[in-house]
């Protein structure tokens, strides 16, 4: 069975540093893109970046580029997703989604989601 | 960038309703687009590919059309599961998601 777990929910003061995960398994994770998307409080999903765990090989967003970094480790099959300086408008969650290849359309959708991961950035 | 929106923004419909929602995009994606589902609380769930495709395990009542810049969801007749919000998402040239709509019970 697919799946994607995500770590929990996070309490962090603004400037403070840090990484959430997004552990596959079920499937070959360096097999296929995962991508990471935010949903801010009460608001619509916003596509922030995509990485291949295979080569590392990372494109972002361009409204997050220079504000997050994706990584993945694909001996323990976990994607990441990192602050360096949290920003109260980080407050959001987080979901990290498989991106299947369809060959009948020879595009990548989000077949398998996590089940997020709240993060909240108060002083 | 590329930018969708989607019309209506919410709607209120009933039971066995027919449904049909918008998506445009300012400039043509071919047929680079899919629709999710989300509901409160829960991770979105992937509905159409590639414009028309049915995902796997959806049931036939919802499908997908559009090629270009236009595209639309249909949810021939509406169910009490299908009370949710719907965002399109185009893959053509950094992914952007359509701003969403919610439809509710009337």
């Known amino acids: 069975e697919v799946q994607l777990v995500q770590s929990g929910a996070e309490v962090k003061k603004p400037g403070e540093s840090l990484k959430i995960s997004c552990k596959g398994s079920?499937?070959?994770?360096?097999?296929?893109?995962i991508g990471w998307v935010r949903q801010m409080p009460g608001k619509g999903l916003e596509w922030m970046g995509i990485?291949?765990?295979?080569?590392?090989?990372?494109r972002y967003s361009p409204s997050f580029q220079g504000q997050v970094t994706i990584s993945a480790d694909k001996s323990i099959s976990t994607a990441y997703l990192q602050w360096s300086s949290l920003k109260a408008s980080d407050t959001a969650m987080y979901y990290c989604?498989?991106?299947?290849?369809?060959?009948?359309?020879?595009?990548?959708?989000?077949?398998?989601w996590g089940q997020g991961t709240l993060v909240t950035v108060s002083s | 960038a590329i930018q969708m929106t989607q019309s209506p923004s919410s709607l209120s419909a009933s039971v066995g309703d027919r449904v049909t929602i918008t998506c445009r995009a300012s400039?043509?994606?071919?047929?680079?687009l899919g629709w999710y589902q989300q509901k409160p609380g829960k991770a979105p769930k992937l509905l159409i590919y590639?414009?028309?495709s049915l995902q796997s395990g959806v049931p036939s009542r919802f499908s997908g059309s559009g090629s270009g810049t236009d595209f639309t969801l249909t949810i021939s007749s509406l169910q009490p599961e299908d009370f949710a919000t719907y965002y399109c998402?185009?893959?053509?040239?950094?992914?952007?998601f359509g701003p969403g709509t919610k439809v509710d019970i009337k």
């Open positions: 079920g499937y070959s994770f360096t097999s296929y893109w």
């Open positions: 400039q043509g994606i071919r047929n680079d």
């Open positions: 998402l185009q893959d053509y040239n950094y992914r952007a």
């Open positions: 990485i291949y765990p295979g080569d590392s090989d990372t």
């Open positions: 989604a498989r991106q299947k290849y369809y060959y009948d359309s020879s595009g990548y959708y989000g077949d398998y």
């Open positions: 590639a414009a028309s």
